[in-house]
């Protein structure tokens, strides 16, 4: 075991994001470069987060890691490229000092354990927060203070967008190297205060593709997708970004979806074709064009990643109608009380012209419940010493929840 001396830990939280304009498709596997810019908002860590100890010690004799208490195999090339990215900033660091020799902590091995506080199972995006946090805390443990989009970015390329709260871009970049493939926070989370999201859990039938293996796919046989990358997100992220600027919510709304349409378009027009929706994703999407027709403004917008949950956003004094209306297309088979979670919103009810215009039969149990929460902060450092997931031995603490 360490002496308690020779273990220094740092334990960090990073938030989940969600692509308002999608990145989809890499120019580069190895460094993972995308082919074009996207554009997200960085989700409440109160409500979805993932929490990491980093610990070093010159008694450990490998570098080891837990996820949500189990160990993984530490040898993943994206676990390892992030490991090695991190080591190869703390060198620098040290050797463009005052020409001192490395800190003893740069040959030393480091544990990691990281739990999520959301369900893995539920098939909301993991890796972004995941990779985002490791980053992180592998920084602070290391030293490094530089831009960290290219270590997270080499875990996974949505994960470089988690380093920042607020309203998230990743700039594409040209060079070869990938050092202009940035994470930049386009406005902080106190920007739009009355700005919501709504995590709508559905039911997976099957395994979705995951998305590296669907976006290889994807560059390789869809030609709509090269065009999307090339002609259209360009023009897209600069109108996001004054979308967002302006906090115009029928402008930032309309986008979204139609950009969240067009990345399942492009799975469509992927060879074999790739689809990610299912029923109650169709669903999704009908019950929130109907509402916003019943408004006669664009008062809620969708989105959609690799698999069939929704997002929804919407504004602070919309909140209770949608999750009245959710519920009403959606009703809980069971434990009705757990259906949302995260922020209160007061029960209200569905008016009958309103249920009219959705003209939907209820589906029970297509959405198993609902997380509602807001725009968030980027990762946080976590000052309590009883945080550490890890013990003063360097192994996973037994009780592991977030
Ligand atoms: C649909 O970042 O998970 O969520 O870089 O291969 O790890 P890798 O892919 P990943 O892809 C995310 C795709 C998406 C859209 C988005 O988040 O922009």
Not at 15 to 30: F, L, M, Q, S
Request: net charge neutral.
């Amino acid at each position: 075991m360490p002496s308690d001396q020779s273990l220094l830990a740092v334990t960090c939280t990073a938030p989940v994001n969600i692509a308002v304009i999608k990145y989809w498709g890499k120019r580069d596997e190895e460094l993972i470069l995308p082919l074009n810019s996207s554009l997200s908002v960085t989700v409440h860590q109160d409500q979805l987060r993932t929490t990491t100890t980093a610990a070093i010690s010159k008694d450990f004799t490998e570098d080891r890691v837990w996820l949500n208490g189990l160990e993984e195999d530490v040898g993943q090339p994206r676990l390892q490229a992030c490991l090695r990215e991190i080591r190869r900033l703390a060198r620098k660091r040290t050797s463009t000092g005052d020409g001192d020799p490395p800190p003893p902590s740069l040959s030393d091995r480091v544990h990691v354990a990281s739990v999520n506080n959301f369900p893995t199972a539920a098939g909301l995006a993991s890796s972004a927060a995941g990779f985002a946090c490791l980053a992180y805390t592998l920084a602070r443990v290391y030293g490094v203070e530089d831009d960290l989009s290219e270590v997270a970015r080499q875990g996974s390329g949505s994960a470089c967008r988690s380093l920042y709260g607020g309203f998230v871009e990743w700039q594409m970049g040209q060079r070869a190297d990938g050092k202009d493939s940035v994470a930049r926070q386009v406005a902080p989370e106190s920007h739009w205060p009355q700005l919501r999201v709504l995590i709508l859990v559905v039911s997976a039938e099957r395994k979705p593709t995951g998305s590296t293996v669907g976006m290889q796919t994807s560059v390789q046989t869809s030609a709509l997708l090269k065009f999307r990358a090339e002609a259209l997100v360009p023009a897209r992220m600069v109108e996001m970004a004054r979308c967002v600027r302006e906090r115009d919510f029928p402008g930032f709304a309309e986008l979204t979806m139609k950009d969240s349409n067009q990345f399942h378009a492009t799975c469509l027009d992927t060879f074999p074709p790739i689809s990610y929706l299912n029923d109650t994703s169709r669903r999704i999407v009908q019950l929130v064009h109907r509402f916003n027709a019943h408004h006669g403004q664009t008062k809620v917008a969708y989105t959609f990643d690799a698999g069939p949950n929704a997002v929804l956003f919407t504004l602070e004094d919309t909140m209770a109608e949608i999750v009245a209306v959710v519920r009403h297309a959606f009703p809980p088979e069971a434990n009705g009380d757990k259906f949302l979670k995260g922020l209160p919103v007061t029960p209200v009810p569905v008016s009958d012209e309103l249920k009219a215009t959705l003209a939907m039969e209820p589906a029970p149990g297509g959405v198993q419940y609902v997380i509602a929460t807001q725009v968030g902060p980027g990762p946080q450092v976590l000052n309590d010493p009883d945080a550490h997931l890890l013990g003063p031995d360097g192994l996973p603490k037994p009780r592991l929840a977030a």
